[in-house]
């Protein structure tokens, strides 16, 4: 193989981790992952083939990098996450050196995003058909990924996906993913990666310096598995006005205002964002029905969570809930979970 020839013809792109590892880029060719157009890189030696997601400009630095030649090392479950395999200089000039990351091409099927499913509230519930295929795919690949000591930090319905013929579940990769090491260790996560409907209320807090933790992905599964079971936001309560269908700024404005009202809308003690009555919205009365229809554990479950001090963590007994427990409360044998009131 003549790599002084590629030399000649591609400038060569250097791994950060390895003295084995040197690519280019001389083809110009891409690849598209869930609908992201990749730039391709080949490997010299190997010539196999690979694809690099730069560094966005807010971690473009040599913590980032340092960050990120160590946590390849530990990989997660591949079956349902994008993982990189190594860490290059993109481009270096005097100004700026650009970091990317190396991920390997993959034959990968056909996945649509779950935001269709997460935004279809007339047809979410326990009962229904789908949510039974998909919400045990979902826990199972929740489980992987915390088995691996990772949090994510960026549950959204835009990167997670789903097989449409049996429901298999993915996870697109995260900048923010975070190594952990116990439930409270942070890492800055900033909030234009963050979607605000599934981000714990004690995230958007003043002080709180954009800081997420396990405890925060932990609210996020159990705000997902809410919307997927009861169809609704576990803080859209009368005291909201009605969620905007107009864009995105409207929206998010319209988040803001509602994890600073984060009162659970099913709290048994306090009835201040209750729905349902004279004074509900249309449909409140479907969420109602689907709440009640829920086994008493799991009610149980997202009562500890979704109470006021266990969510802006002003208690000194948090109650969060991995996603195995979640999978062994919702599939395994029943068992008790008791209502602890804050």
């Not at 473009?60 to 079956?79: A, Q």
Request: proline residues 4%.
């Amino acid at each position: 193989m003549n790599y002084a020839k590629k030399i000649e013809e591609a400038s060569m792109l250097y791994s950060c981790c390895s003295g084995y590892n040197f690519y280019f880029s001389a083809n110009r060719r891409s690849y598209e992952v869930f609908g992201k157009s990749k730039n391709i890189i080949q490997h010299v030696k190997t010539e196999a083939l690979f694809y690099v997601t730069e560094f966005p400009d807010d971690l473009n630095n040599d913590i980032e990098l340092s960050y990120w030649v160590e946590l390849i090392r530990k990989p997660v479950d591949l079956k349902h996450y994008i993982w990189p395999v190594d860490v290059i200089i993109l481009d270096e000039q005097p100004e700026k050196t650009q970091y990317a990351l190396v991920f390997p091409i993959r034959a990968l099927p056909i996945f649509e995003t779950i935001a269709t499913l997460l935004s279809n509230d007339m047809q979410a519930g326990w009962n229904m058909p789908w949510v039974k295929k998909f919400v045990p795919n979902l826990l199972d690949a929740w489980c992987r990924f915390d088995d691996s000591k990772y949090a994510y930090h960026e549950f959204s319905g835009l990167n997670m996906f789903y097989q449409k013929e049996n429901y298999n579940v993915m996870f697109d990769f995260s900048f923010s993913t975070q190594r952990v090491v116990g439930l409270f260790s942070t890492r800055h996560v900033n909030k234009k990666r963050v979607n605000p409907d599934y981000a714990d209320s004690y995230y958007y807090m003043d002080g709180r310096k954009s800081l997420m933790d396990l405890a925060s992905d932990y609210y996020s599964i159990a705000v997902i598995l809410f919307k997927l079971l009861v169809g609704r936001l576990p803080y859209q309560g009368k005291v909201m006005e009605h969620e905007p269908n107009a864009n995105e700024l409207e929206h998010n404005s319209w988040v803001r205002v509602y994890h600073k009202n984060a009162y659970f809308i099913f709290d048994e003690r306090d009835d201040t964002n209750h729905i349902g009555g004279e004074t509900g919205f249309a449909k409140d009365e479907l969420f109602v029905d689907r709440w009640n229809e829920l086994p008493q554990h799991i009610r149980n479950m997202f009562h500890n969570v979704f109470q006021t001090a266990n969510v802006m963590r002003s208690t000194d007994e948090l109650i969060f809930y991995s996603p195995r427990e979640w999978k062994e409360a919702l599939l395994g044998d029943e068992h008790e979970v008791q209502l602890v009131y804050r």
